[in-house]
């Protein structure tokens, strides 16, 4: 996907290598800002085992990052991977290919900025992805939402099928296993 630009100043594109800390760095102030009216501080702290970065999302050019005349406001993306969620230091990832005919594309790691909320950024990030999952020939997409997220991901059309809770960080944090029709 090319450079878009919506919303003004903000621009959607694929994410590069050469930004992992600055991508890095974003994440962390997104869960450390965004989750704390959801969770407790020993939750938040057992959700940066479970989420991050996965560079491979890079790698296979499924990540995008909004940015405001050079400054990230956002990032997240999708996946032809079996993996769920979780970043590269998350226990148990799968990188098996989906079938796009009988598997669901997994929309993965999406990090707002804080200092970016309610902009439409998230949206503009699901759209990026749920556009490519569907050139691909992918039908339905899953995702693994915080309950940071769940709310935008209800607003645009996913319904939750499970929730859960993920204790890989030593303490459990909810979690909601979500789909839509693409």
Not at 9 to 38: G, Q, Y
Not at 65 to 94: I, K
Not at 96 to 124: C, E, I, N, Q
């Given at each position: ?72 406001a956002g990032c997240g993306g999708w996946s032809r991977r079996a993996t769920m969620y979780g970043g590269d230091v998350s226990p148990g990832r799968d990188p098996a290919l989906l079938d796009p005919k009988t598997d669901p594309a997994r929309v993965r790691a999406m990090y707002t900025h804080p200092s970016f909320t ?65």
């Amino acid at each position: 996907m090319g450079d878009i630009a919506r919303d003004g100043a903000l621009r959607t594109r694929v994410a590069r290598l050469d930004e992992l800390e600055a991508l890095r760095e974003l994440m962390e102030l997104s869960i450390s800002a965004l989750l704390k009216p959801f969770l407790s501080e020993a939750e938040i702290a057992s959700s940066r085992t479970i989420m991050g970065l996965d560079t491979q999302l890079i790698r296979d050019g499924t990540y995008f990052v909004v940015e405001e005349n050079g400054s990230l406001a956002g990032c997240g993306g999708w996946s032809r991977r079996a993996t769920m969620y979780g970043g590269d230091v998350s226990p148990g990832r799968d990188p098996a290919l989906l079938d796009p005919k009988t598997d669901p594309a997994r929309v993965r790691a999406m990090y707002t900025h804080p200092s970016f909320t309610r902009r439409g950024v998230g949206r503009m990030i699901l759209a990026a992805c749920e556009a490519a999952a569907r050139a691909e020939g992918f039908t339905r997409a899953e995702l693994v939402a915080t309950m940071a997220g769940l709310p935008l991901y209800l607003a645009c059309g996913y319904r939750t099928t499970e929730s859960f809770s993920d204790d890989r960080g030593g303490v459990p944090v909810p979690l909601a296993r979500m789909s839509k029709a693409l």
